[in-house]
């Protein structure tokens, strides 16, 4: 005898796994032109970096959601540069935020370096100069002192 539930339960596995097949066979376009596009789009006024302001709860969130959304369509010459900062956002993400700041003098070297290879190939495949504004961490700095000129 069979239970009324296992046939529904049945019903609900194939098509998930009909969908998972689906999404699997579907592919999204990795070229220079789909990546351009999106970052035109993530890197405009709309995208997260500019969207959202320095200490809003979800700016991190945003922009690794559109990091993400990059990956999803970068290419192989520029993959390897988008998952780096995907590692470098994710870890920030964990990190406790009193020592975020460590965090961003450890792997500043490292995101600089990120940072002008997703510059450079902006530039170069899809013609957008990127003018971020890149904090430079001090390890001595006091946050509060106010700069004068």
Same mark, same amino acid.
């Given at each position: ?7 529904? #339960? ?16 579907? +592919?999204?376009? $990795? ?41 999803? $369509?970068?290419?192989?010459?520029? +993959? ?18 009193? +020592?975020?700041?460590?965090? #961003? ?7 600089? $370096? ?15 100069? #990127? ?19």
């Amino acid at each position: 005898m069979q239970h009324p539930g296992i046939a529904s #339960l049945i019903a609900a596995v194939a098509a998930c796994m009909a969908m998972l097949g689906l999404a699997a066979c579907s +592919s999204t376009d $990795r070229s220079p032109q789909a990546f351009c596009e999106q970052l035109q789009v993530v890197t405009g006024p709309s995208g997260a970096e500019v969207a959202l302001v320095p200490g809003d709860a979800g700016r991190v969130d945003a922009i690794v959601d559109e990091l993400r959304l990059l990956l999803e $369509r970068a290419p192989d010459d520029i +993959s390897t540069t988008v998952s780096s900062l995907i590692d470098f956002f994710e870890a920030y993400q964990l990190e406790p935020r009193e +020592s975020r700041r460590d965090l #961003l003098v450890e792997r500043q070297d490292e995101l600089a $370096r990120t940072s002008k290879r997703l510059d450079e190939y902006a530039l170069a495949e899809c013609g957008l100069f #990127l003018q971020r504004a890149v904090p430079t961490p001090i390890a001595t700095s006091d946050p509060g002192i106010e700069a004068t000129e």
